[in-house]
């Protein structure tokens, strides 16, 4: 299979950063005067709907019984995207094994790279400032982010838009996820995709994904990509 551009999911993908999304919601929340206080358990049940202020809006219904306030949550969501980017330029994620060896690869072999993630645009500059050193747009030609789409994951905007700015075929790529939504999404443009879980999507069902790898360090080259794809893993 020859691979001309990869598309990188961000959270739980390059880097295992819902942790550090979970410590910026309960600071902000605490610093709004809310009682919301969301635990590991129940925070892996708010992943399955996807993006910030979405899954607010969810936990506000489902949990509280409540109705959503929509002006309450984007001005949570604005002051919560500031805390989690102070986190990560602490140092407080890194990222996942395999994934530099596989950008430098890609780099190498002259295979593009794209992200295409349900996080908005500033969560995935501060990561790869804080991880890489390097402003985003120099690592990644581009970047389709969730504030982009009219949908976000499981439906396929992300990718679809991720596609149209490189240009290609869906089968000239690979997507790399770690969730089941994200996997939906990719699958729903037309694109393979190997997922690795991460700590929150380890309890999922991704039997639609062309592989599914414990470590990225396992496909840590478009080779082993391409072999990981061609043979199911």
């Not at 780099?107 to 050193?133: F, H, Q, W, Y």
């Not at 790529?173 to 089941?180: P, Q, T």
Request: proline residues 3%.
């Amino acid at each position: 299979m020859l691979i001309k551009a990869l598309i990188f999911d961000v959270d739980g993908t390059l880097s295992e950063t819902e942790d550090v999304h979970l410590r910026a919601f309960n600071d902000t929340f605490k610093e709004f005067g809310l009682d919301w206080n969301w635990s590991r358990e129940l925070y892996r049940e708010l992943l399955k709907t996807t993006g910030g202020k979405e899954r607010m809006a969810a936990y506000a219904i489902d949990y509280l019984g409540e109705t959503p306030d929509t002006a309450l949550i984007a001005s949570i969501h604005i002051r919560k995207t500031a805390r989690y980017g102070d986190l990560i330029a602490e140092g407080a994620a890194q990222l996942r094994p395999g994934v530099v060896a596989l950008i430098e690869d890609a780099v190498k072999s002259g295979c593009r790279l794209a992200v295409a993630t349900t996080t908005n645009r500033p969560n995935v500059d501060r990561l790869i400032e804080a991880t890489m050193g390097r402003a985003a747009a120099d690592v990644f030609e581009v970047i389709a982010a969730g504030d982009e789409v009219a949908n976000k994951k499981p439906a396929p905007d992300v990718f679809q838009l991720a596609l149209s700015g490189l240009g290609l075929d869906p089968s000239e790529c690979v997507a790399l996820e770690d969730s089941r939504n994200g996997l939906m999404s990719a699958k729903g443009a037309g694109l393979p995709c190997i997922v690795s879980p991460s700590v929150y999507t380890n309890d999922a069902a991704f039997g639609e994904a062309d592989a599914v790898v414990t470590c990225f360090s396992q496909v840590a080259t478009l080779s082993d990509l391409s072999h990981a794809i061609t043979t199911g893993g």
